[in-house]
T-cell receptor
């Protein structure tokens, strides 16, 4: 069963920040949160990940709440090419290295 | 550097047949995982292999099997195909040994259609 809950779809105006929420209320203390996106049934593309601290890279920022029960992916200046399905993923920490995907958020960036 | 490569890109089979999907990981990556993505859903974990050994298996029937070769490439085999096996099959590789900073790199997948 998925360990994350995301809104099924969101719209964002081009040039504006896109804020994609994710709920992971059952996350364990040593489980990481990863974000990937998928365009047109290509393979998922890595965006960012974190454990408990906020993270930033050239693509996005990840804000994790202090209780770690939710997080937000921020795309600071969305472009049309950011239109994709965004997955918030909890990485299982014990033994097998595996991702548990939810159904994702379909982000549409509007011109 | 080449990314994760999968072959074939598309495949059409009929019910009852078997299929073999192939994956070459990124150079230096020793772990390979397989995921199944049915239309409209997120990918589901099938197998993880590391150093040629199975390290994990998802909730899939025994018709699904896999193996990893000495060069770290991998094959996914599915026997007695069912219509419900129609999906995008994704392979992902990972560079191991960097605790906390590991991530999966996915290939573009093999689109399998079972008629």
């Amino acid at each position: 069963d998925a360990k994350t809950t995301q809104p099924p779809s969101m719209d964002c105006a081009e040039g504006r920040a896109a804020n994609l929420p994710c709920n992971h209320s059952t996350i364990s203390g040593n489980e990481y949160v990863y974000w990937y996106r998928q365009i047109h049934s290509q393979g998922p593309q890595y965006i960012i990940h974190g454990l408990k601290n906020n993270e930033t890279n050239e693509m996005a920022s990840l804000i994790i709440t202090e209780d770690r029960k939710s997080s937000t992916l921020i795309l600071p200046h969305a472009t049309l090419r950011d239109t994709a399905v965004y997955y918030c993923i909890v990485r299982v920490s014990s033994g097998t290295y595996k991702y548990i995907f939810g159904t994702g958020t379909r982000l549409k960036v509007l011109a | 550097d080449a990314g994760v490569t999968q072959s074939p890109t598309h495949l059409i089979k009929t019910r009852g047949q078997h299929v073999t999907l192939r994956c070459s990981p990124i150079s230096g990556h020793k772990s390979v995982s397989w995921y199944q993505q049915v239309l409209g859903q997120g990918p589901q974990f099938i197998f993880q292999y590391y150093e040629k050994e199975e390290r994990g298996r998802g909730n899939f029937p025994d018709r699904f099997s896999a193996r990893q070769f000495p060069n770290y490439s991998s094959e996914l085999n599915v026997n007695a195909l069912l219509l419900g096996d129609s999906a995008l099959y994704l392979c992902a590789s990972r560079r191991t040994g960097i605790s906390g900073n590991e991530k999966l790199f996915f290939g573009s997948g093999t689109q399998l259609s079972v008629l």
